[in-house]
């Protein structure tokens, strides 16, 4: 019982005061429309799944059925949907209608709470740091053996030349061979990360055109992340690491360049954030390839490439 007040007063810490089932009756209808995921769309599937596993939660309208519930909450999380990812993680951590386990809710609190929200960092301190395992609704299907896959999956929806500064383009095409990388996709790396901006600084002091941040630059001796030329080759230095990392797989590599190969190891695929499978799919598109040419002798493949199912579309 003490292990399920502290769970209760995690979730919403103003009422500790107050009787275990007022808590879990306020917390149910307070504490996830206060960290409601606004940014998400009605119409993105992430979005329909969680509210058919509310529904489902609470028999809101259908008949109760958590199973199903925790199986489309679970479908949502793998999209990156940060609320849904709270929500199983509450099944778990409290026994409801699935059984307890306090080792699932801690991965889905953890990836909740990577993407910022703050209810789900405060029940990371209850139910602890997640382990290893990801759980089995959370890896994408089995993709085709490689040689299967089509290197080329659509023609690329970009034209660079039409809409990147033509210095900027020169640039990258000029130097791009040099490091085997596909300009294409560097020009979409660019793109996505600062559009072309030569000054750009993010909040976590990423910088410049393939925006940086101070431990790549010095990963790969860059000395003025604003310039143009110093910026393109570490970033391309970067990318051609990651390659070799991940055996060309470019949404493996678009998913490492936006959130670091660490986590993409660690959930064994494309992390569950919005942000990640947007930019992912961006990447994909603007590229129109799946696979990408790789020198081997670069680094050794990542240890958990064999742990990884990826699909070679993300949705």
Known sequence: MQKEARIL??????????????????CASACWAA????SAPESSLAFNLRREAIALENGEGV?????????LYCKSARLGDQEAQYNLGWMYANGRGVARND???????HAAAEQGLAAAQRMLKVVGDPGADVPECMRPPAPPPAAARPVVTAKPKVDYQAIAPRKIFDLVMKLAPQFKVEPQ???????????FNTSALSPKNAKGLMQLIP???????????????QNIRGGLTYLRWLLAYFQGDIALVAAAYNAGEGKVERYRGIPPYLETRAYVEKILNSVGAS?????????QPSPSLALIQLPWRVK
């Open 291 to 299: 696979m990408h040419p790789f020198d081997e002798t670069v680094t």
């Open 35 to 38: 960290q409601a995921q606004d």
């Open 63 to 71: 008949p109760r059925n958590p199973v199903l519930a925790a199986a």
């Open 103 to 109: 080792a699932a809710a801690a991965f889905f609190f």
């Open 185 to 195: 996709l560097a020009l979409a790396i660019i793109a996505a990360e600062s559009n």
């Open 9 to 26: 007063g995690a979730m919403c810490p103003s009422l500790s005061p107050f009787p275990p089932m007022l808590m879990a009756f306020c």
């Open 215 to 229: 431990e790549t630059s010095e990963r790969f001796n860059v000395r003025n992340p604003y310039d143009p030329a």
